[in-house]
């Protein structure tokens, strides 16, 4: 608005308008040259996160940079100490150039994922690795006591473990559907709570804090540069899950997209916790497999190792419907599947006759190359929450 009015005046001045509207070009290219950078420096810094151990020249050439852009960066990343120096590489003649990787220490995030029964937490640093992690039991209330309660278990975690300048924020995983622009949780069937507002809970954390829901929390755990267009599913005592398109989550116009295990699966089936009848997650989610939580997955597993056939038969028809729902999901979406949650970090060793079953199922396709494994076979909801933070972060710089 200020502008128009500036304007309106200036056209009564040729001389000043004319002033004015170089102005604005300037400010623009200014502008538009900032983003440039922005953009250049945060692929740098990403490639560099992804092999780990680099040099300026093989960034120049992956990234199909000038070797001026790329000294101006580094010089600059290596100044702030966001990259460093580890090392140099065998000599083929010349100098030897010097090997370059990421400051792991310069920066750190912390995660959360909170349930009906517990909360678990982890400490990462810039190189995505946990290095500290806790599992407390705690029973979720709505009440004040309980976000008091989880800000101290924090504070605990913490206590001399990091510069407190280092730590940019803690991202918070809850189950259930999440409007962050005004920090409520909109639904929770794990959690029994509708409307719920988070800002006590970040009031009483006093740092910086980031909301999102479990599932696309795990997505965001994935490397998006390896998946960047890819279904999670999240497969652990309920069913959730999260897709990104060109690395970015889709969330849909209600916040509600990847709610997979609510898609019905076998008409007029189980009842399922939302109430309805024969949803995914009354047959693919974790519980099935644990009897809600009467015996543990671990346990479970080492049932079907022994080849217990009462438990085999529940695993044959719990990959069977895994299977359908996997085909569904490939004909609709066309992405890859990450298989993720606490079934996922199990599924590794069973990849041969899941994939089997899927492709009896898919008559369009004759490998199942689309199905991964998780990252994270735990805390993945956690790591993924800490790592908005780095994302966040690494823009800004």
Not at 136 to 163: D, M, N, P
Not at 359 to 372: I, P, Q, R, T
Request: proline share 2%; hydrophobic share 40%.
């Amino acid at each position: 608005m200020e502008i128009y009015y500036k304007t309106l005046l200036y056209k009564k001045n040729k001389k000043a308008y004319n002033s004015f509207i170089i102005y604005l070009i300037k400010e623009g290219k200014k502008t538009e040259n900032k983003d440039k950078k922005n953009i250049t420096r945060k692929k740098i810094i990403n490639y560099v996160l992804n092999n780990h151990v680099t040099s300026k020249a093989g960034i120049a050439k992956e990234l199909n940079l000038s070797m001026p852009t790329v000294l101006a960066n580094v010089n600059d990343l290596l100044e702030k100490r966001v990259l460093e120096e580890t090392g140099e590489y065998a000599s083929t003649g010349g100098r030897k150039a010097k090997s370059i990787g990421i400051n792991k220490s310069y920066c750190h995030a912390m995660g959360i994922l909170i349930t009906a029964n517990h909360i678990e937490m982890v400490l990462v640093n810039l190189g995505d690795e946990i290095i500290k992690k806790d599992r407390i039991r705690l029973k979720f209330t709505a009440e004040l006591s309980y976000c008091t309660e989880v800000a101290q278990k924090v504070k605990t975690f913490l206590e001399g473990e990091l510069a407190k300048d280092t730590l940019l924020g803690i991202g918070v995983a809850i189950p259930g559907i999440i409007d962050q622009k005004e920090r409520i949780v909109l639904k929770s069937h794990a959690l029994g709570i509708e409307n719920y507002s988070l800002r006590f809970l970040e009031q009483a954390l006093e740092i910086p804090v980031y909301f999102e829901n479990d599932a696309n929390a795990a997505m965001l755990a994935e490397k998006k540069q390896k998946y960047p267009n890819a279904i999670y599913l999240s497969l652990n005592h309920t069913l959730g899950g999260a897709f990104c398109i060109d690395g970015k989550l889709f969330r849909g116009q209600n916040q509600k997209a990847g709610e997979f295990g609510h898609m019905i699966l076998v008409p007029g089936g189980r009842k399922c916790y939302c109430g309805k009848s024969g949803c995914a997650d009354a047959y693919c989610a974790a519980s099935v497999l644990t009897q809600d939580n009467r015996q543990s997955l671990d346990a479970f597993m080492e049932k079907i190792e022994s080849g217990d056939e009462k438990n085999l038969q529940i695993w044959n028809e719990y990959l069977d419907h895994l299977a359908v729902l996997i085909s569904n999901l490939r004909m609709a979406y066309d992405m890859d599947i990450i298989l993720g949650g606490d079934v996922g970090g199990v599924l590794s060793d069973y990849m041969i006759p899941l994939g089997e079953k899927v492709m009896a199922y898919n008559g369009f396709e004759h490998d199942v190359s689309y199905l991964k494994n998780c990252s994270y076979k735990k805390e993945a909801s956690a790591v993924g929450a800490a790592k908005y933070f780095f994302t966040k972060h690494m823009v800004e710089l």
